[in-house]
């Protein structure tokens, strides 16, 4: 019987709101085997509170159900490099963000490969070109001033002063554009003259 609650609540682990809240269909099972009718009947979630009838974190914490027998509430990043020690904390910096260990092992609240941390939150990096939804979407490391989302595609700002590199790494003056425009005609001139 327990396999089949199991795998029913395996299935509503899909919401991601609550799989923002658990960690795996057995601290779901426990969620649920749990309800409460006040904050006593909360004591197996340390730092929770009942709240509609299940035991929730204050605004602010989230559940960290690693240390196995029992649960806590601790306290969200809010910004990235922050010290961890489950990826529970660093949820404050949204679905992006994961507890990464340095070299000495000490955890830090760090984006995902090709996302990049900006007003609070881990955002997907989109580069020059590329299709965006806002202008947080749009990151440059050398110039993450230098660009925004423009018709949904990620461009160099303001429009007409600043183009994109021949690499499309970053934003060039127009002034270093036009250099750079100049450079290559005379070096094309120049090659058209020695044949």
Request: aromatic share 6%.
């Amino acid at each position: 019987m327990e396999a089949v609650v199991r795998r029913v609540l395996l299935l509503a682990l899909a919401s991601r709101a609550v799989a923002a809240q658990v960690a795996s269909s057995d601290d779901l099972l426990r969620a649920m085997r749990n309800p409460c009718s006040d904050d006593s009947d909360c004591y197996w979630l340390l730092d929770s509170r009942c709240s509609t009838g299940l035991c929730k974190c204050d605004e602010g914490l989230a559940p960290d159900y690693s240390s196995g027998s029992s649960a806590s509430c601790v306290r969200l990043a809010v910004y990235a490099g922050e010290r961890c020690s489950t990826d529970a904390k660093c949820r404050g910096l949204g679905d992006n963000a994961r507890c990464l260990p340095d070299a000495t092992g000490q955890g830090h609240c760090l984006c995902d490969a090709n996302h990049h941390f900006l007003q609070g939150r881990c955002w997907r990096s989109v580069g020059l070109g590329g299709r965006c939804t806002g202008d947080v979407d749009c990151y440059l490391k050398r110039d993450a001033h230098r660009v925004a989302c423009v018709n949904s595609t990620c461009s160099c700002i303001p429009a007409g002063w600043f183009f994109p590199s021949e690499d499309r790494l970053s934003c060039v003056d127009s002034a270093s554009g036009v250099a750079v425009t100049v450079s290559l005609l005379l070096v094309g001139v120049a090659a058209a003259l020695w044949r």
